[in-house]
């Protein structure tokens, strides 16, 4: 277990409150952490629900990573949920700046001073039905381009069986196995140093996406049948699971979430 002598005031006081929670409620398959490089890089997770980042950020905690995450510059102007992202040192995204590329400048600054960044390429908790990784958007390949840094591909895996995406039913017990698998860095040298288009971008994004479908498709002991889901056409295709959730990778069972858009 990590010392987190070098963890922010308030995310210290965040661990020291949640960890005991989360080491009753949880198992925890934590797999790869050797493969977290040096010095700073982006941390790309898939998303499967409003918890995934607490039980990933446990993952980081206790592996001698500070969690930094994307938040809404908006929110650090809200008195207490400001307050408490400024403390731990979150990372804003400036939405209201023109272009993708400066409304990232602080997450870019950030990873070339060597800290760690997490970023959700979907941008939103998964609305694919089956819970596979969706069509994503390119910041995380962005920031680790425009760095020069590694992209770490993260799957994770058993946060749905806790809270449901898009439902406010917490489910503590019975204990749920919590499934982190870090991979290698993602391969990026062929879009070294080229300008960053929105085709490459969207190239180099398919590249990571496709990882983390075959990362989670290990843990879960299968593939997806059908395309991937495109959050903006909001096609739902039919699942093939039933509605009893499980605690078992391959097994879980999803059902449709609920709409909400972002």
């Given amino acids: 277990m990590a010392r987190r002598t070098n963890l922010p005031r308030t995310t210290r006081w965040v661990v020291r409150i949640l960890r005991p929670i ?22 790309a997770p898939n998303h499967l629900s409003h918890v995934d980042p607490i039980l990933l950020a446990h993952f980081m905690v206790d592996h001698d990573v500070t969690p930094r995450y994307l938040a809404k510059d908006t929110l650090f102007d809200v008195r207490l949920i400001g307050a408490i992202v400024r403390g731990a040192e979150q ?5 209201s700046t023109a272009g993708a590329a400066e409304s990232l400048r602080t997450a870019v600054e950030a990873v070339q001073a060597g800290q760690v960044v997490t970023i959700y390429p979907e941008g939103t908790i998964t609305r694919d039905p089956d819970l596979w990784p969706m069509s994503s958007r ?3 390949v962005r920031v680790a381009l425009a760095s020069g840094k590694p992209l770490v591909p993260v799957a994770q895996w058993g946060a749905q069986n806790m809270l449901w995406p898009y439902s406010k039913r917490l489910r503590l017990l019975p204990r749920t196995t919590v ?3 870090v991979g290698d860095p993602i391969d990026l040298s062929d879009f070294a140093g080229r300008e960053l288009t929105e085709d490459l971008l969207h190239q180099a994004t398919d590249r990571l996406v496709d990882t983390l479908t075959t990362m989670l498709g290990e843990i879960r002991g299968e593939l997806p049948s059908g395309p991937r889901f495109d959050v903006r056409s909001l096609e739902r295709p039919r699942s093939s699971y039933t509605e009893t959730p499980t605690d078992h990778p391959g097994e879980s069972a999803p059902r449709t979430p609920e709409t909400e858009e972002h």
Avoid: F
């Fill in 138 to 140: 390119t910041g995380a």
């Fill in 91 to 95: 990372i804003p995204v400036h939405r």
């Fill in 179 to 181: 499934h982190v698998h």
């Fill in 22 to 43: 989360l080491m009753l409620v949880t198992r925890r398959d934590w797999q790869g952490a050797e493969k977290l490089p040096s010095g700073g890089y982006v941390l």
